[in-house]
């Protein structure tokens, strides 16, 4: 009962931010729209596990304390924050340290930030909000660059090479140099040159 009010609440407050799409709305509106005290705890679920850019005084200047904004209806990547250490070290080992949307590693210079580096995250395959869990399967590892909304500024890399990459980075760095040896014999070093 409590629950089933409670995430009621939540898909209210949804629901009324997105008919307020970049409109300013209070405190006020959002405790009479959600009909619950604890309103400020959806709202942060709402940013925090669903991904919806909901602005506050924090990111915006011209808000008050009391006001919030959203303006648009694209959802950021969220990071799985519910999953404990040990089960994102088994995804991040599970997906080989390797960004299941573009191929990239840790470490590698970032795709569209120049001079910055790439860092995963874990990522739910189904978003929270429509019913995906934080269960292993439903979890992998995607860079930080990675958005749902912008996969097109990322170079896009095949499913059977972002595997392959995966499957490589987990072996050890004499055999990765071994697999590396083998197709740089074959396709040569890029620049057409064959050795
Ligand atoms: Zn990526």
């Not at 648009?72 to 990071?79: G, R, S």
């Not at 869990?133 to 972002?162: M, W």
């Not at 004499?174 to 070093?189: P, S, T």
Request: proline share 5%; with cysteine; charged share 30%.
């Amino acid at each position: 009962m409590a629950n089933s009010s409670m995430g009621g609440a939540r898909a209210k407050l949804r629901k009324y931010f997105r008919e307020n799409l970049g409109n300013v709305v209070t405190s006020d509106d959002l405790r009479k729209e959600a009909g619950i005290s604890e309103w400020a705890r959806r709202v942060r679920e709402l940013r925090d596990e669903e991904g919806m850019q909901i602005l506050t005084h924090h990111d915006r200047d011209g808000l008050k304390p009391n006001e919030y904004l959203l303006e648009t209806l694209a959802l950021k990547p969220v990071i799985a924050r519910g999953i404990s250490p040990k089960l994102r070290r088994q995804i991040l080992e599970r997906n080989g340290f390797t960004c299941q949307a573009c191929g990239a590693a840790p470490g590698d210079d970032a795709p569209c930030e120049p001079g910055k580096k790439v860092r995963l995250q874990i990522d739910h395959i189904l978003p929270i909000s429509q019913g995906g869990t934080d269960d292993e399967h439903n979890l992998r590892a995607v860079c930080v660059y990675y958005n749902k909304d912008k996969t097109n500024i990322l170079k896009p890399a095949s499913g059977q090479s972002i595997s392959a990459l995966a499957m490589i980075r987990k072996l050890p760095r004499n055999v990765q140099i071994e697999v590396y040896e083998h197709l740089r014999k074959k396709f040569g070093d890029g620049s057409g040159r064959r050795k």
